[in-house]
Each structure stands twice: as structure tokens, then as C-alpha cells.
């Protein structure tokens, strides 16, 4: 956004042509702790499965780091057992 010379996220979001409440949700994703992001690049691309949902991270980010790890461990554990069914 800064780069762009964009000082709203309403206008960065009009110039990209999504909604300003969207381009806040990505954006508060980047609040996940480090070890959340690793393990989430750790992934690889995740086109094949839904296990793991931009919808479902967003509740993370109003965690502690700790508790965000611990919940993204249970996402995954559940992601599988879908993935077996």
C-alpha cells in the first residue's frame, strides 16, 4: 500500500478492485505470529485441500502467538480427517 502511494486501505482497496473490508481482512493476517506463518508456508500451495481457510486464520489473529499455533495444529488435525473421508 505505502509502496503504491496508497493512505487508506479504501483506496488501495478501490484501486485493486475489492472491498475495503477484504482488503483489511488479508491484511490481518499478517498479525499471525512467526511460527503460524512458517508452518502455513510449510504447507505448500493448498489448492488441493480447504483444510486450512484464509476464513478460519482470521479468528487466529486474536490469539497469542502460542494459542494461535496450538488452534492452527487442531485446523490441521481436522483438515485431515476430512481429507480421509
Request: hydrophobic share 40%; proline share 4%; net charge positive.
Amino acid at each position: 500500500m505505502k509502496a503504491g502511494g496508497f493512505t487508506t486501505r479504501r483506496a488501495f482497496a478501490k484501486a485493486i478492485g475489492v472491498s475495503h473490508a477484504r482488503v483489511s481482512q488479508m491484511l490481518g493476517l499478517l498479525e499471525l505470529g512467526p511460527g503460524v506463518l512458517r508452518q502455513l508456508e510449510a504447507l505448500g500451495d493448498p489448492l488441493h485441500s480447504r483444510a486450512v481457510t484464509e476464513r478460519k486464520l482470521r479468528s487466529l489473529t486474536a490469539l497469542p502467538e502460542e494459542a494461535q499455533e496450538s488452534r492452527l495444529k487442531k485446523i490441521l488435525v481436522a483438515g485431515r480427517r476430512c481429507q480421509l473421508r
